[in-house]
């Protein structure tokens, strides 16, 4: 069974809208909520990360919003550009397993112009 | 200048044959990994190192075996190659929160 789920599979933007990400969990222990993205060709990347002790996490233009109760999060990536096209995967862990992340099957997001 | 090196970058074997997936890090990260990322799985956790001593493993298969030689190696020997094997195997390294991957070593086994 997956522990980490994400929803859509895909998803269209048009540049300038705001693109939103989801992502569940199941397991109740995982403590640090990492985003990694990944372009064509590359590796993965931290985009952004939250521990439960917040329920928002702001970089610019990317927000996380976390609800504990209901084992949910979404990346909200405002004024979307095409820079932004890539696959997006969110990921848990336990920091008593340092960085052994367990990774969603990730969202392809793409912007258009 | 990429800071986690692997080498090769593509790698074609054969079913049954052997192969070493090299990994030198040089940001002076004493914990590394290596995942595994599929066209049918997520990314996916396979090993993790910290002052070259094995923390956990999660690959089922004992085909599968890290080598750590110096603090900031760790190559990956997989034995006896199956086509399920063929996936892209990523290195890292992390300090902190963050890991940072390498580059990747695409394996074909046909």
């Known amino acids: 069974q997956q522990q980490v789920r994400q929803s859509p599979q895909s998803l269209t933007v048009w540049e300038g809208e705001t693109a939103i990400l989801n992502c569940s969990y199941e397991?109740?222990?995982?403590?640090?909520f990492p985003w990694y993205w990944q372009f064509p060709r590359e590796s993965p990347a931290l985009l952004i990360a939250i521990r439960p002790v917040s329920n928002k996490k702001e970089d610019g233009r990317f927000t996380i919003f976390f609800n504990k109760r209901e084992k949910k999060l979404s990346l909200h990536i405002t004024d979307s550009q095409p820079g932004d096209s890539a696959t997006y995967f969110c990921?848990?862990?336990?920091?008593?397993?340092?960085?052994?992340?367990?990774f969603g099957q990730g969202t392809i997001l793409k912007v258009y112009l | 200048d990429p800071k986690i090196i692997q080498k090769p970058k593509y790698l074609v074997a054969v079913t049954g044959s052997e192969k070493i997936l090299i990994c030198e890090q040089y940001l002076g990260h004493n914990a590394m990994y290596w995942y595994r990322q599929s066209a049918k799985k997520p990314l996916e956790f396979m090993f993790s190192?910290?002052?070259?001593?094995?923390?956990d493993n999660q690959t089922a298969s004992s085909r599968f075996q890290p080598q750590s030689s110096k603090k900031n190696h760790l190559d990956l020997q997989i034995t006896a190659l199956k086509p399920d094997d063929s996936a892209t195997y990523f290195c890292a390294s992390s300090q902190a929160e963050t890991l940072y991957f390498g580059s990747g070593t695409r394996l074909t086994v046909l």
């Open positions: 190192y910290s002052y070259q001593k094995l923390m």
């Open positions: 990921a848990a862990s336990r920091t008593s397993s340092g960085q052994k992340l367990v």
């Open positions: 397991d109740s222990t995982f403590d640090y």
